[in-house]
């Protein structure tokens, strides 16, 4: 006879973990568990291979029923009592679980095997008839609803009525009649919809709660569930049947919760509370005031010092902190569950490290338990939780915007970068709110604390400009209405004008009036000043630490996008391994810049354009000996000039007359250069390489700054290694040419070094941006005339998807309400399109040839789950802004790690 | 000892066209003419073995020189002269040519084997003394040059001092003297540039020419072609020598050229002219007027006979109409070249047509001798090129701009479209003139003779509706200059105001001041009006019969872009197999329907909206009834709305003002709207399935109008076939959800019908564009919610190259001249890049359903080399512009032909 049913209790079990495929994921865990010492309520696992015998045959084998009789009676035993047993009942729950994982495919029928015969025998059992009522009320309701399909609204609009006849706010205050009474109507209920009474044999009733998670496995919910997680070939789900165990029934019984870290410090204690002679639920509902978990210590010594071994056994075994639901029954401690715990950064860095002093864990597992957000959490100022759940309480959450970049702001609202800029000089802390923002906008975007715009998604302007400050930002926020004509927005009932304060967090999104209160990131203060205080010593200890061993774990390199030497200065101490875009336009934003770049495109004369770019000239070049003087050795990717000339001149007729009137020139002329200009689709326009090509002197320009600062440097010893890199290209003969073009000016301005003695040991490396859907298809083409690849994905995830980043947000909303959209490509690089593109492009890239180095350096770079792609893909190097690098290193480590076991020794 | 030289001449040769790869094209060309029994003059080839021996060891091999000598005393014998001899010298002309053809690789040396020595002897021989030395002046020349590297202009200087000391207007002028003393003078500048004399021993001519030839194939110019044309393992190049003959040695000589047919009208006649005692290049300076070929049968009856036969030999052999260079030496007629003759669209259609009924060709090899350019000419009205060229001679070329509709069009400027409507009212001829032009345009472009924009490119909105509407259209002519305010433009030096005459040229993309002649499409008129003239008759028939040989020979189907009831007419008469793109915005845009499409987005209830829609439905239901009831059984596949919302809204204040107050509306709310809907990259925005998911009553509407109609039509016994299309898909997640609605309404309106005791027998297919380079990559997850899939390659191309249709002008002519672009993918398919990922999408949506039906509706759809991709690609069908149908199928057949064997009976 087959064994079909598994029991386990008492520290014996007759299943391992290994059975999953038969005893599922729950029932497995709970076997291993017991094996463990862990004393969870006993039970047993009917196999799955009996749901595939239901499904096959419509019935239940004929070999089952002896077995699960048989386990009844071991169980009974294990508790003392006896299922069916009016004196002594044995209650039971009744879960399905199959062998991987399906949350929410089938209820759970608790409190199995009461009965109006049964009642007083189990009030006296310890519980008393009022406990014993309310248990079978809950009987009648979840049995009615999970195995009779009778819908659960009928007896919660029962149990409301109940509670306002008794002028109860809470079924805790209902009393022993009222619950008798409601015991009653709940049987009615029952009784009309199902036709027949609530079973009285709790035999009966444990054969169709198995029949209804058996049936469940096929139900509509459950195939829907299999075909979108694309979950095949399980036998079907096992069913486990567990004692029920009550923390309510005396004074030496009790319910709680603990961690057996502190879960927001870390700090390695028993953290939590517990509630004597109640139920979980009691807990949570909040109207009792839990007592500590140290006062078990005084309550219950024996138990405490239980729950003290059960944490070391468990944390010795599972490795991690664990997060623990007990019950005490009668002075005996039942373990309902275990799982990893939650926790803050500072906590999951203090545990990790930690748990390795303690030799828990060998480094390369303390990598995998600190996940990339609580970095964040560490790198970032974060909002305190009790206060922004105040502040939604008194309705100051004033909208719901992108989390565009990470941080909590408080400050001001104005609406001019101008004036950000202006009311910064005085030491004032402002939000600048835009309905977007553009390259001019920066020394406004720059004084800010934070940013605001109402559209625009997490690749705007505002987004990468801020994650690039590490200032916060909520971006495409469209549910405030600016009015810059009255100098206001408008959230909902509220009109928050200038020089209101407000609160944004960009983590979250959200928007508070008013200011909340912060806690600022002192790690990133004492990273970037170096200037250790006594009291964060610790954490920043920990932290060097945690990144020695993260940085031994990963394969991938991790560059920072720096588009200025202070941006370099930042990324170094964020431990970036060089810089993989440094964009050159930025520099042209510069106050006394611009003015410059403008007078070049307005130029009308070659010889007036040269003018304007050879006094550009020395700026960019400084910018680069400034730049690879901070580097150092390390590798510094410098982007040619890529966005459109347009968005260097003012849009607005006053602007471009102020302008005429600065450059001397005919504002008619501006007028029509502006116009000319003009793009109906911008980002699909003259850019990139385009204008490289059309306008060489520009290119040129940047590319003797780039050479001759490189050749400056080097002259002074230092090894440096610039790449210059050529945007938007789209397939190999715009690359060839403008790679000659700058082979050309290395060669010129090595042969004028040479005349003088001098042969610095520089070697340039040329490469392109991979970001048009072309250049992945031509990259066998294209790398012949490429040293290294480096993937644009924001563009490249644009053009895949024929999707503006800049007017996603009037229909994205709806698809993620729909479910179109599990989440944003332009925040996770989407696999199945973008990601296909670049597995053509580094196989036809490395098809050329094979030492040709990639990256990757649009935003995707520094999230977690798009540097693991990237580390599959085998690229060498992720590139993101300076304040993500520690995440990145981060993820880079796990996803070097995610093949080797996780649960084992090393 | 292996044969390296191969004799040809009097019928003989050693070589035959199976020699290529030794011999060369023009070799081998040689040989098998002569086999034929063409007369061409005799000769021998070196086989390219001498080469590749030449280049691996620098030195000829031993074993040439004995047969150099033996081949040139057989071509001696041949002539009567002796190559060397002074008495009676054999001048020769040594070529290169290798396997595949090479042009301008390397020049030819004429007149080799003259020498001081055998002037006289030349002279003697007929020609006498003045044509010995011109004779012999050339060769110094030449042989300076392409031998000796001596700068052509150096002799091209004493050419011209001797015309000016002569006071000769041309060569021919210089008597005898002259051309002694120019002689003179060539031996001196060759002296002095090379150091020593002009070689007087003519084997030491030959010699170094064949060296020079033989060095040339690995010069910097010919391994730059053939690394671009990737032309890889040839020998190297063969060098042919052959015999010279002369047309100007006396009254029994002469020199001229032939087509086998009339090349204009394609009439089976001798057509061309000749002129006695001369020289090809007499005919080419055009200082003598030639005698048309039918005064040689008076003057040389003989050789005229034998020209006929000629005519019927070559036709037989190439089965095609050629075109003949001859030369008459001494009453001995030799052909010099013979090759197909470029004719006119009438004419290929009347020489392929009657070849059938002659019997020198199958129909499958008739198609393959009209180009689609030809039926192009056959289509469209055309310039009278005798008028363009006096046209650009007088300085009436304005501008150039791209040639977007095929056509010539005269009319009067206008700017405005509302005035081409006025014009034309009253039956004004106008060409209407923009910056470019939108979908609230259309009354006026219709109303039009042709339409020039300044600004947007092949697919612009302008060029893609002239198509459809078969008018001509030049766009993106960025050399005008359009000044709306003052009604005019400029054009360079010329201002062209409103009411002025222009001519523009659609097919070339000129525009021309004044009025131009052109000769209209009779053809056009015929298959459009059904009402044959009698002098129509012939063209019409054979049309209508080559045609037949078309639709036999071809897989593809071919379907039409066809919006309303009257195109699906117009598509019809030129053989359209079903409609591939019915675009229903279009639809939108007729005058008494637009303010209900606008009152329906300005809408601020659902219930205004829905109101909105219904006065919408019955307009669309009605067209949908006509075009269902004009297309019959054929298939119809119509686009759900595309473009986004801002599309239907006034851009201008004034106008959105006149909309507020013609709705009733405040004019703040529909400026507010304007603004809201605005997009930074409309390409990439809100449109297509993204506005169906976000607007579903949009779509609903639509199907409803689309489902009713279907069922009206069908059930009064026709078998529609309406295949629904959703637009801009880039997941399958979003079709799938379009589709569940689309199949609820159907089964809906079905239910209402069958309780009426309705069962029309209609098929409904539910489809997606793919347009977006993240369909073809997942075209296999999307395939299974589609019936269908129609490559929609314009945005598709905008996508992968990251180019906007309408913003490439202002770099793409650059790229054309740097080489970048050989051709604009907007106007032929770019087969590695968009056809990469079509091929992608073909692959992965036939796994996922083998029977999935393909199409393209893209405006390639009517370009050849495109429709010959899809051809290769597996497609079903392609679908463009009505009045491109004769040329889609056309290319059908020749893709479908492509593979058979061009010179052989079958």
């Not at 990757?856 to 993500?884: K, N, T």
Request: glycine share 8%; net charge negative.
């Amino acid at each position: 006879m087959p064994k079909l049913v598994y029991s386990f209790g008492d520290g014996q079990a007759e299943g391992t973990l290994a059975d999953r495929p038969r005893l599922g994921g729950k029932g497995a865990g709970l076997h291993e568990m017991t094996r463990l010492g862990v004393p969870v309520p006993p039970g047993f696992t009917i196999s799955a291979e009996v749901c595939q015998h239901f499904e096959q045959q419509g019935r239940l084998p004929a070999e089952l029923q002896p077995q699960v009789e048989e386990a009844l009676e071991l169980l009974g035993r294990r508790m003392g009592r006896r299922f069916g047993d009016p004196q002594a009942p044995l209650l039971v729950s009744v879960r399905s679980g199959a062998a991987v994982s399906m949350p929410g495919m089938m209820d759970t029928v608790l409190n199995l095997g009461l009965c109006d015969a049964a009642l007083a025998g189990l009030a006296a059992l310890g519980g008393g008839r009022r406990f014993a009522l309310d248990a079978y009320r809950r009987l009648i309701a979840m049995f009615g609803n999970v195995v009779k399909g009778v819908a659960h609204e009928r007896f919660e609009r029962a149990l409301a009525e109940a509670r306002a006849r008794a002028g109860a706010r809470t079924d805790a205050e209902l009393d022993e009649q009222a619950l008798a009474a409601l015991v009653e109507t709940y049987q009615t209920i029952y009784r009309e919809a199902v036709g027949e009474p609530f079973p009285q044999d709790p035999h009966a009733q444990l054969w169709e709660a198995i029949r209804a998670v058996l049936r469940s496995w096929n139900n509509e919910r459950a195939r829907t569930y299999r075909r979108l997680h694309r979950i095949e070939g399980l036998l079907g789900t096992a069913v486990n049947v567990q004692a029920m165990v009550f923390g309510n029934t005396g004074p030496h019984s009790a319910t709680g919760v603990c961690f057996t870290r502190n879960p927001a410090t870390g700090e390695d204690v028993l953290y939590g509370e517990y509630l004597p002679n109640a139920q979980g639920e009691d807990v949570v509902a909040g109207l009792r005031t839990p007592e500590p978990i140290a006062r078990l210590q005084q309550q219950m010594p024996d138990r405490y010092r239980e729950l003290l071994e059960l944490k070391a056994l468990l944390e010795r075994h599972f490795r991690d902190m664990q997060d623990i639901e007990f019950t005490i029954e009668d002075g005996r401690l039942y373990v309902l569950q275990t799982r990893a715990g939650k926790r803050t950064g500072p906590a999951a860095l203090r545990i990790a490290t930690e748990m390795v002093e303690q030799g828990l864990l060998s480094p390369r597992e303390a990598v995998r338990r600190v996940e990339p957000a609580h970095l964040e959490q560490l790198l970032f100022p974060t909002l305190e939780p009790a206060a922004a759940r105040r502040a939604r309480e008194q309705g100051r959450l004033l909208a719901r915007g992108l989390n565009a970049a990470p941080g909590v702001a408080v400050g001001t609202v104005v609406f001019e970068p101008e004036e950000a800029e202006a009311a910064a000089a005085h030491g004032a802390r402002v939000i600048l709110v835009r309905p977007e923002t553009s390259p001019e906008d920066i020394g406004g975007m720059a004084a800010a604390q934070g940013i605001l715009t109402s559209t625009g998604g997490i690749t705007s302007h505002a987004a990468v400009v801020a994650r690039g400050m590490g200032k916060p930002c909520v971006a495409g926020c469209s549910a405030i209405e600016i009015d810059l004509e009255r100098q206001c927005f408008r959230a909902g009932a509220h009109t928050v004008h200038k020089g209101e304060v407000v609160s944004i967090d960009g983590s979250t999104g959200e928007v508070y009036l008013g200011a909340l209160p912060t806690s600022q990131s002192e790690l990133v203060r004492v990273l970037l000043e170096r200037e250790l205080e006594p009291e964060q010593a610790p954490l920043y200890q920990r932290f060097a630490r945690f990144m020695e061993w993260v940085d031994q774990a990963r394969r991938l390199r991790v560059r920072a996008n720096a588009d200025t030497p202070e941006d370099a200065r930042v990324a170094l101490a964020f431990g970036a391994e060089g810089i993989g875009l440094c964009r050159t336009e930025h520099m042209f934003f510069e106050p006394e810049r611009i003015p410059l770049m403008r007078a070049m495109i307005l130029a009308e004369t070659e010889a007036e354009q040269r003018a304007a770019l050879a006094r550009v000239e020395p700026h960019q070049r400084d910018d680069f000996v400034a730049i690879f003087t901070a580097m150092g050795e390390r590798p510094v990717t410098i982007r040619l000039l890529d966005p459109p000339l347009h968005e260097f001149l003012p849009k607005e007729p006053e602007q471009q007359q102020a302008l005429a009137q600065e450059l001397g020139l005919d504002p008619e002329r501006v007028r029509a250069k502006v116009q000319q200009l003009q793009e109906f689709n911008p980002m699909l326009g003259h850019r990139g390489c385009r204008l490289g090509i059309t306008h060489p002197e520009i290119y040129a320009m940047q590319v003797r700054a780039i050479v001759e600062a490189a050749l400056e440097v080097a002259a002074r010893g230092l090894r440096v290694r610039p790449e210059i890199m050529v945007p938007l290209v789209g397939s190999a003969a715009e690359l060839a040419l403008v790679r000659s073009r700058i082979e050309a000016i290395i060669a010129q301005r090595r042969a004028a070094l040479r005349e003088q003695g001098i042969e610095p040991p520089v070697e340039f490396a040329i490469g392109t941006m991979i970001e048009l859907p072309r250049a992945c298809l031509l990259a066998e083409e294209i790398a012949q005339h490429a040293d290294f690849f480096s993937f644009g994905t924001n563009d490249l995830t644009q053009c895949t998807w024929g999707l503006s980043r800049d007017d996603g947000q009037s229909f994205l909303p709806r698809y993620q309400e729909e479910g179109l959209l599990p989440v944003d490509p332009f925040q996770v690089l989407d696999r199945p399109g973008v990601g296909a593109l670049m597995r053509l492009a580094v196989e036809g890239g490395r098809r050329a040839r094979a030492e040709l180095h990639l990256g990757i350096c649009g935003e995707h770079g520094g999230e977690p789950a798009s540097v693991a792609f990237c580390h599959e893909l085998g690229l060498d190097y992720v590139s993101c802004s300076p304040y993500r690098i520690p995440i990145a290193r981060l993820a880079a480590a796990q996803a070097a790690l995610a093949g080797e076991p996780q649960l084992r020794a090393e």
